[in-house]
């Protein structure tokens, strides 16, 4: 809490983020049982579906967004589960992709990656942040067994597939520090197999 409050919500312009450290946990007990800390994870909430709505015009185009990409160094990232024609996106578990009236955004709280598939396929990826003029090639695991949090305090464990583990992968790594400048497969290495 003290740390946060050097940082305001900001809507993710360029030059607002913080892509280069390491964020912090969530206090998960301060959420269940600390008002403002409530508000202040509540106002990132909001910040995040200002950037969503604000940055991007396709509401296809982009599928995810972390604390990092709106100036805030904390573990809380957010996917975008349902396109705009009310479809989900692939490789959900059934339990989000079953339930009708799950919200668009999947809100993740110390999202934490338990377990990695050695099948790694490579796509074509680009980075709200990073806003590059030509998206580059990355390498990420196919399928990812997540534990997270949502905001009420609660704990998930759930498997997720590509290209919904793809959004993960990407959003954990700028909250380690990390973008797709770091993942970048260059061209004279040899693509994964599949
Ligand atoms: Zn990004």
């Not at 809100?107 to 580059?136: A, Q, R, T, W």
Request: glycine share 8%; charged share 30%.
């Amino acid at each position: 809490m003290e740390s946060l409050k050097n940082y305001s919500v900001l809507d993710g312009e360029k030059g607002d983020q913080v892509l280069h450290e390491k964020s912090c946990a969530v206090n998960l007990r301060l959420l269940q049982e600390g008002d403002d800390y409530r508000e202040v994870i509540f106002g990132i909430k909001r910040g995040m579906i200002r950037a969503f709505n604000r940055k991007y015009s396709d509401y296809n185009e982009i599928q995810g967004i972390s604390g990092p990409n709106i100036g805030i160094p904390l573990r809380i990232i957010a996917i975008r589960i349902r396109k705009k024609n009310g479809d989900f996106i692939d490789g959900l578990p059934e339990e989000l992709s079953k339930n009708r009236r799950t919200k668009p955004i999947l809100f993740m709280l110390n999202p934490k990656i338990s377990v990695k598939s050695e099948k790694i396929y490579s796509i074509k990826s680009n980075c709200g942040s990073l806003m590059l003029k030509d998206p580059i090639k990355v390498c990420r695991h196919e399928h990812i067994e997540m534990v997270y949090w949502d905001l009420k305090g609660y704990m998930h464990l759930n498997g997720f597939d590509k290209p919904a583990a793809a959004t993960i992968q990407h959003e954990i790594d700028h909250l380690n520090g990390l973008t797709i400048l770091d993942r970048q497969v260059k061209t004279e290495e040899k693509d994964y197999e599949g």
